[in-house]
């Protein structure tokens, strides 16, 4: 890991640095090479005159954050997640549907989102957006294609981040990945149906008790990996429907009971 060029400000002495990569120690090495006055890290048994908290893999991320500024003196409360909402889009309604990721094993396929998308809009006229980064932009034009969507609904690659959270701010619902925008959903109170495969949502999912739903076909895998998670593959455009159904229309009987049950509880199967 090497540190980002930071201009001017690299010669300066930060008073804090706080690791948010890992435990380290690659990432503790580069924030001590700007000789913080303060550093803010778990602890890394090769660099034991680092202080902080252990590193614990199976722990939710916004908990293991929290604990980690708790251990160093600063209060932080998990179920503090709300951000202050975005400025409104000039649209409201609408389905955001994100397929990228930042790496393929959680990648959904882009004609599965295409499905979805297809079966959305016909099924409730909604308007459909589709999300991305400019890297992400042929992800994005590929779904819009193959659901017979007319490419000015593909966002990918032409909003800073303001213009993303206005979006998403704006939806009806939020259709994506285990990626950042699952997260933005979650911070700004917009119902999402999010779809885990390497990793469970015990870790990197939504809250409890918001309008969210986390599929998980219940197969641990590699998040990094070059290929789309196995897992990931086991949900199906049915599954997807189905939660998006129940965040749509709150009164919605036609589910049979038992897929709702497995849907809510954000574990559809046993590996």
Avoid at 117 to 138: C, F, P, V
Avoid at 200 to 226: T, V
Avoid at 227 to 256: K, Q
Wanted: charged fraction near 20%; hydrophobic fraction near 40%; glycine fraction near 10%.
């Amino acid at each position: 890991m090497h540190l980002p060029r930071l201009g001017p400000i690299a010669c300066e002495r930060p008073e804090i640095a706080v690791n948010l990569h890992g435990a380290g120690p690659q990432s503790v090495d580069a924030l001590i090479s700007t000789r913080p006055t303060r550093l803010i890290s778990h602890s890394h048994p090769s660099r034991p005159w680092i202080t902080g908290p252990v590193w614990r893999e199976e722990t939710h991320e916004v908990n293991r954050w929290c604990a980690l500024l708790d251990w160093h003196g600063v209060p932080a409360d998990p179920q503090e997640l709300a951000l202050i909402p975005p400025p409104p889009w000039r649209s409201a309604g609408h389905v955001v549907i994100h397929p990228g990721a930042a790496y393929a094993a959680r990648r959904w396929p882009a004609e599965r989102f295409a499905e979805v998308a297809t079966a959305l809009h016909a099924r409730y006229g909604t308007a459909i957006l589709i999300t991305g980064s400019s890297t992400e932009h042929h992800i994005g034009s590929s779904v819009a294609d193959l659901a017979g969507l007319p490419r000015q609904c593909v966002m990918a690659g032409l909003t800073d981040l303001t213009t993303l959270a206005a979006i998403v701010g704006s939806a009806s619902l939020v259709i994506c990945g285990d990626t950042g925008v699952a997260h933005l959903a979650s911070a700004l109170g917009v119902p999402s149906v999010v779809l885990f495969g390497p990793v469970s949502p015990s870790r990197w999912g939504p809250p409890p008790g918001g309008p969210h739903r986390a599929l998980w076909a219940g197969k641990q895998g590699d998040p990094h990996g070059k290929y789309i998670d196995e897992g990931l593959l086991r949900i199906d455009v049915e599954e997807v429907m189905a939660a998006a159904s129940e965040l749509m229309e709150p009164r919605c009987t036609a589910l049979p009971r038992e897929r709702r049950r497995r849907t809510s509880s954000g574990i559809n199967r046993p590996a």
